[in-house]
Nanobody, 124 residues
Framework: QVQLVESGGGLVQAGGSLRLSCVLH????????MGWFRQAPGKDREFVAF????????SYVDSVKGRFTVTRDNAKNTAYLQMNSLNPEDTAVYFC?????????????????WGKGTQVTVSS
């Protein structure tokens, strides 16, 4: 059974940092591209970051460039999203996902599996 389990969310003050983790069970992470998405209350799910299977190619939504970094440790079957300089607009449920690269459409990844999400709340 494929399962993605996120952790590391929580409450942080504006300007602070969090590191989210995403552990993949039931598959080998090195076979997949990785994506991070978020959904704020009353809003659609939004693409945040992409990381290729090797980790060599990344992309980010403009609003997080220079503040967020996506990495992975394939040996641990785990991906990470380091989030710095957080602001209240970053408040959302964050989801990790695995899939294959997409070369058309709104996202750089075509998702095969989703995690259940972890809440990030940034206070002002």
């Amino acid at each position: 059974q494929v399962q993605l389990v996120e952790s590391g969310g929580g409450l942080v003050q504006a300007g602070g940092s969090l590191r989210l983790s995403c552990v993949l069970h039931g598959r080998t992470l090195s076979s997949y591209s990785m994506g991070w998405f978020r959904q704020a209350p009353g809003k659609d799910r939004e693409f945040v970051a992409f990381n290729s299977w090797s980790g060599n190619r990344t992309s980010y939504v403009d609003s997080v460039k220079g503040r967020f970094t996506v990495t992975r440790d394939n040996a641990k079957n785990t991906a990470y999203l380091q989030m710095n300089s957080l602001n209240p607009e970053d408040t959302a449920v964050y989801f990790c996902a695995i899939g294959v690269p997409a070369y058309s459409g709104p996202y750089p990844i075509r998702v095969d599996y989703w995690g259940k999400g972890t809440q990030v709340t940034v206070s002002s």
